[in-house]
T-cell receptor, first 113, second 114 residues
Framework: GDSVTQMEGPVTLSEEAFLTINCTYTATGYPSLFWYVQYPGEGLQLLLK?????DKGSNKGFEATYRKETTSFHLEKGSVQVSDSAVYFC????????????FGQGTRLTINP | DAMVIQNPRYQVTQFGKPVTLSCSQT?????MYWYQQKSSQAPKLLFH???????NEADTPDNFQSRRPNTSFCFLDIRSPGLGDAAMYLC?????????????FGSGTQLSVL
C-alpha cells in the first residue's frame, strides 16, 4: 500500500541554519504530496503542496520539489527561525478517489536562538 | 478564529467505558475526517463522511463508530475503549474531498484510558 517515510527526529538547529527534512514515498501512480506543520498546542496546518512531478511548493520560506525519479519531497529552508519550531509531517494523497492523506511519522524540529 | 473545533482538549476514560469525542466546523465543508495519532506515530485515517455518506477504512476496528447529525458536527464514539486506544484523535475537514485539496485540522483531543 501507499506509505511515507520521513527522516527521524528530533532535529535541533541554531537560528539561521539551513534545514532539510527528508521525505520519500511509495505509491501507485502519481499522488499529490504535502507538508503539514503542527505548532505546539495547535492542529496540523498545510504548509505547502505539489500535485505533479517537478512542481515546487513554497510557503513562509520553506520549499519542497516533487521528484518522481527519486520518489522524494524533501522540505528545505535556507534560514530557520525560533518560530519554526514545530512538528513537520510529510503526506501523500492518492490521485484517485477522495482526499485520504497518508502521513509520515512526523519530524520534531527545535530551533535554538 | 478556530474553524475546526474539538472538545474536549483532554479526555480521560476508564477501560471499557464508552466515550464520545466531538468535532464541529464553521467552514460548511462537505467532508469530515477522523484520524488517530498514537505517540510518535503517523496520523492514521479511521473514517470520513462525505456529506451523510460514511466511509470506513478497512482496518478501522469495529469498536470505533461515528455519527454526523448535520454538516457542522461529527462525533467519534469508542464503544469499549482499551488501553491501546489511548491516542490523539484529530478531526479534519475539506470542501470537496478531491485528492489535491487542503485539509483543515482541529487541535485534537488527547484520550487517556485508565
Amino acid at each position: 500500500g501507499d506509505s511515507v517515510t520521513q527522516m527521524e527526529g528530533p532535529v535541533t538547529l541554531s537560528e539561521e541554519a539551513f534545514l532539510t527534512i527528508n521525505c520519500t514515498y511509495t505509491a501507485t501512480g502519481y499522488p499529490s504530496l504535502f507538508w503539514y506543520v503542527q505548532y505546539p498546542g495547535e492542529g496540523l496546518q498545510l504548509l505547502l503542496k505539489a500535485t505533479k512531478a517537478d512542481d515546487k511548493g513554497s510557503n513562509k520560506g520553506f520549499e519542497a520539489t516533487y521528484r518522481k525519479e527519486t520518489t522524494s519531497f524533501h522540505l528545505e529552508k535556507g534560514s530557520v527561525q525560533v518560530s519554526d519550531s514545530a512538528v513537520y509531517f510529510c503526506a501523500l494523497s492518492p490521485i484517485q478517489g477522495a482526499q485520504k492523506l497518508v502521513f509520515g511519522q512526523g519530524t520534531r524540529l527545535t530551533i535554538n536562538p | 478564529d478556530a474553524m475546526v473545533i474539538q472538545n474536549p482538549r483532554y479526555q480521560v476514560t476508564q477501560f471499557g467505558k464508552p466515550v464520545t469525542l466531538s468535532c464541529s466546523q464553521t467552514l460548511n465543508h462537505n467532508v469530515m475526517y477522523w484520524y488517530q495519532q498514537k505517540s510518535s506515530q503517523a496520523p492514521k485515517l479511521l473514517f470520513h463522511y462525505y456529506d451523510k455518506d460514511f466511509n470506513n477504512e478497512a482496518d478501522t476496528p469495529d469498536n470505533f463508530q461515528s455519527r454526523r447529525p448535520n454538516t457542522s458536527f461529527c462525533f467519534l464514539d469508542i464503544r469499549s475503549p482499551g488501553l491501546g486506544d489511548a491516542a490523539m484523535y484529530l478531526c479534519a475537514t475539506s470542501r470537496a474531498g478531491t485528492a489535491n485539496e487542503k485539509l483543515f485540522f482541529g487541535s485534537g483531543t488527547q484520550l487517556s484510558v485508565l
